[in-house]
Nanobody, 121 residues
Framework: QVQLVESGGGVVQAGGSLRLSCAASGSIFSINGMGWYRQAPGKQREWVAHILSGGMTNYADSVKDRFTISRDNAQNTVYLQMDSLKPEDTAVYYC???????????????WGQGTQVTVSS
């Protein structure tokens, strides 16, 4: 089975940095893209950033120029470098991958368990 495991969350002072990692493992045929979402208490889950297998990236306006997404395709790993963190960035961050487990099956979304990021003021 496919598993996505996040790491790197924690508590950081406003203005500080964290780097999140997410490794996908299991029976994976191909990965279309990987990305990050976050959900703050009482808020809807929102998209943060994603990266396609070819390297194209996109960011939510709220994190553009502060966060950087990257990936290691050989290791099926995606990273999120978060700089200039703000208290508003506090949320549970979830890793997402759209992938195929079989060549003849449609791609589906898989999710990690989430990692807590807390930014103190």
């Amino acid at each position: 089975q496919v598993q996505l495991v996040e790491s790197g969350g924690g508590v950081v002072q406003a203005g500080g940095s964290l780097r999140l990692s997410c490794a996908a493992s299991g029976s994976i045929f191909s990965i279309n893209g990987m990305g990050w979402y976050r959900q703050a208490p009482g808020k809807q889950r929102e998209w943060v950033a994603h990266i396609l297998s070819g390297g194209m990236t996109n960011y939510a306006d709220s994190v553009k120029d502060r966060f950087t997404i990257s990936r290691d395709n050989a290791q099926n790993t995606v990273y999120l470098q978060m700089d200039s963190l703000k208290p508003e960035d506090t949320a549970v961050y979830y890793c997402n991958a759209r992938l195929k487990i079989k060549s003849y099956r449609p791609a589906q979304d898989y999710w990690g368990q989430g990692t807590q990021v807390t930014v103190s003021s």
